[in-house]
């Protein structure tokens, strides 16, 4: 599925100025046909009430599906750009950390589909979210 071997190392070592950077979102394992991130659930990722927002649980999701779209395609001709997301968040979670475990629903030439299961430290589920992505040719400078 990944368009060449890729190692965490690489992954996590992208520029430092973006949104998951300041969410202390963390990439920690990928496979065949899956890709895993953390993020921690603190004062940067809580709404006014104490608990995990919303939205950062949905960066969370579209982090991993945009980067698994990424390392899917072929980046000298292609970018892959955020088209849908869309979230159902099941439980509060307090403290600690969430992990995203992102698979794919579809993997064509135009759009890719992801599935994103987030999960608390206890392992429940906390969030299930769907990110679609368009694969769009990359414009000639």
């Not at 403290?95 to 992102?102: M, N, P």
Request: glycine share 10%.
């Amino acid at each position: 599925m990944w368009f060449r071997d890729f190692t965490l190392e690489e992954i996590n070592g992208r520029p430092k100025n973006h949104i998951g950077a300041l969410l202390g979102i963390e990439f920690t394992a990928f496979g065949d046909d899956f890709m895993e991130a953390t993020m921690p659930v603190d004062e940067r990722t809580h709404q006014p009430a104490g608990i995990l927002h919303g939205g950062a649980s949905v960066v969370l999701a579209e982090s991993l599906g945009s980067i698994a779209s990424y390392l899917c395609i072929d980046p000298e001709k292609h970018l892959a750009v955020g088209l849908e997301v869309n979230a159902n968040h099941l439980r509060p979670v307090k403290s600690g950390s969430v992990k995203g475990i992102c698979k794919p629903l579809h993997i064509g030439a135009k759009t890719h589909v992801w599935e994103i299961k987030i999960y608390t430290d206890k392992g429940k589920m906390s969030c299930i979210s769907r990110l679609t992505v368009a694969i769009i040719p990359k414009p000639q400078s």
